[in-house]
Protein backbone atom coordinates (compact mmCIF):
# COMPACT_ATOMS: atom_id res chain seq x y z
CA UNK A 1 0.00 0.00 0.00
CA UNK A 2 1.37 3.37 -0.91
CA UNK A 3 2.01 5.62 1.73
CA UNK A 4 -0.76 8.38 1.08
CA UNK A 5 -0.33 10.78 4.06
CA UNK A 6 2.75 11.60 2.74
CA UNK A 7 2.04 14.18 1.03
CA UNK A 8 -1.79 15.39 1.05
CA UNK A 9 -1.22 17.01 -2.68
CA UNK A 10 1.34 16.84 -5.32
CA UNK A 11 1.02 20.21 -7.35
CA UNK A 12 1.93 17.73 -10.76
CA UNK A 13 -1.02 15.56 -9.70
CA UNK A 14 -3.34 15.45 -12.78
CA UNK A 15 -6.91 15.33 -11.88
CA UNK A 16 -6.90 11.35 -13.75
CA UNK A 17 -3.46 10.47 -11.42
CA UNK A 18 -5.77 11.47 -8.54
CA UNK A 19 -8.76 9.64 -9.70
CA UNK A 20 -6.90 6.89 -10.15
CA UNK A 21 -5.13 6.44 -7.05
CA UNK A 22 -8.11 7.10 -5.09
CA UNK A 23 -9.72 4.39 -7.01
CA UNK A 24 -6.17 2.25 -5.91
CA UNK A 25 -6.88 2.91 -2.56
CA UNK A 26 -11.01 2.17 -2.28
CA UNK A 27 -9.81 -1.64 -4.06
CA UNK A 28 -7.89 -2.11 -0.82
CA UNK A 29 -11.17 -0.45 1.13
CA UNK A 30 -13.27 -2.92 -0.88
CA UNK A 31 -11.11 -6.17 0.10
CA UNK A 32 -10.49 -5.10 3.43
CA UNK A 33 -14.79 -4.97 3.94
CA UNK A 34 -15.24 -8.07 1.86
CA UNK A 35 -12.85 -9.85 4.21
CA UNK A 36 -14.39 -8.74 7.46
CA UNK A 37 -18.15 -9.38 6.35
CA UNK A 38 -16.29 -13.18 5.73
CA UNK A 39 -15.09 -13.02 9.33
CA UNK A 40 -17.79 -11.76 10.44
CA UNK A 41 -20.02 -14.44 9.07
CA UNK A 42 -17.84 -17.87 9.95
CA UNK A 43 -17.89 -15.86 13.17
CA UNK A 44 -21.64 -16.42 13.41
CA UNK A 45 -21.30 -19.57 12.42
CA UNK A 46 -19.37 -20.38 15.21
CA UNK A 47 -21.51 -18.34 17.93
CA UNK A 48 -24.70 -20.03 16.32
CA UNK A 49 -23.08 -23.49 17.70
CA UNK A 50 -22.60 -21.81 20.94
CA UNK A 51 -26.46 -20.96 21.04
CA UNK A 52 -27.45 -24.88 20.24
CA UNK A 53 -24.94 -26.06 22.96
CA UNK A 54 -26.17 -23.59 25.43
CA UNK A 55 -29.97 -24.31 24.37
CA UNK A 56 -29.60 -28.14 24.87
CA UNK A 57 -27.58 -27.83 28.14
CA UNK A 58 -29.87 -24.90 29.37
CA UNK A 59 -27.20 -22.40 29.93
CA UNK A 60 -28.16 -18.82 30.30
CA UNK A 61 -27.58 -16.91 26.62
CA UNK A 62 -25.24 -14.03 27.73
CA UNK A 63 -22.30 -15.15 29.40
CA UNK A 64 -21.24 -11.46 31.23
CA UNK A 65 -17.28 -12.70 32.46
CA UNK A 66 -16.85 -14.12 28.71
CA UNK A 67 -17.88 -10.62 27.44
CA UNK A 68 -15.65 -8.62 30.01
CA UNK A 69 -13.00 -11.23 29.37
CA UNK A 70 -13.05 -10.03 25.44
CA UNK A 71 -13.70 -6.46 25.79
CA UNK A 72 -10.33 -6.57 27.72
CA UNK A 73 -8.72 -8.53 25.20
CA UNK A 74 -9.73 -6.68 22.43
CA UNK A 75 -9.39 -2.98 24.08
CA UNK A 76 -5.43 -4.33 24.32
CA UNK A 77 -5.59 -5.40 20.81
CA UNK A 78 -7.11 -2.01 19.98
CA UNK A 79 -4.44 0.56 21.91
CA UNK A 80 -1.78 -1.95 20.30
CA UNK A 81 -2.52 -1.39 16.84
CA UNK A 82 -3.54 2.32 17.42
CA UNK A 83 -7.04 1.51 17.27
CA UNK A 84 -9.66 3.63 19.50
CA UNK A 85 -10.11 1.08 22.01
CA UNK A 86 -13.68 2.62 23.38
CA UNK A 87 -14.45 2.38 19.22
CA UNK A 88 -13.59 -1.52 19.34
CA UNK A 89 -15.69 -1.92 22.63
CA UNK A 90 -18.75 -0.46 21.01
CA UNK A 91 -18.07 -2.40 18.08
CA UNK A 92 -18.03 -5.79 19.90
CA UNK A 93 -21.00 -4.84 22.16
CA UNK A 94 -22.98 -4.18 19.12
CA UNK A 95 -21.96 -7.48 17.63
CA UNK A 96 -22.21 -9.32 21.27
CA UNK A 97 -25.76 -7.71 21.15
CA UNK A 98 -26.79 -9.19 18.11
CA UNK A 99 -25.30 -12.90 18.80
CA UNK A 100 -27.07 -12.72 22.64
CA UNK A 101 -30.00 -11.72 20.22
CA UNK A 102 -29.94 -15.16 18.28
CA UNK A 103 -29.19 -17.29 21.34
CA UNK A 104 -32.60 -15.81 22.76
CA UNK A 105 -34.28 -16.85 19.44
CA UNK A 106 -32.41 -20.61 19.64
CA UNK A 107 -33.59 -21.30 22.81
CA UNK A 108 -37.08 -20.26 22.26
CA UNK A 109 -37.40 -22.17 19.07
CA UNK A 110 -35.82 -25.13 20.65
CA UNK A 111 -37.80 -25.14 23.98
CA UNK A 112 -34.76 -24.45 26.45
CA UNK A 113 -36.38 -22.37 29.62
CA UNK A 114 -33.53 -20.31 29.97
C1 LIG B 1 -20.72 -16.67 22.07
C2 LIG B 1 -21.10 -16.67 23.36
O1 LIG B 1 -22.30 -16.06 23.78
C3 LIG B 1 -22.39 -14.64 24.07
C4 LIG B 1 -21.70 -13.88 23.02
C5 LIG B 1 -20.36 -13.59 23.13
C6 LIG B 1 -19.57 -13.17 21.94
O2 LIG B 1 -20.19 -12.90 20.88
O3 LIG B 1 -18.32 -13.08 22.03
C7 LIG B 1 -19.71 -13.72 24.38
C8 LIG B 1 -20.38 -14.12 25.48
C9 LIG B 1 -21.85 -14.41 25.48
O4 LIG B 1 -22.55 -13.34 26.09
C10 LIG B 1 -20.34 -17.35 24.41
O5 LIG B 1 -20.85 -17.51 25.52
O6 LIG B 1 -19.18 -17.76 24.12
Known amino acids: MVDEGAT ?5 DTDADVHTRL ?7 DN ?9 AERFKFTQHVGYLKAQFGLPPADP ?37 HHERIAEVTGSSE
Not at 8 to 12: A, G, H, L, T
Not at 23 to 29: A, G, L, Y
Not at 32 to 40: G, R
Open 32 to 40: IDAAVIHML
Open 65 to 101: DREARQIARLRALAEESHLDPAFAEKFLNFIIAEVIH
Open 23 to 29: ENIRQSI
Open 8 to 12: IRNVF
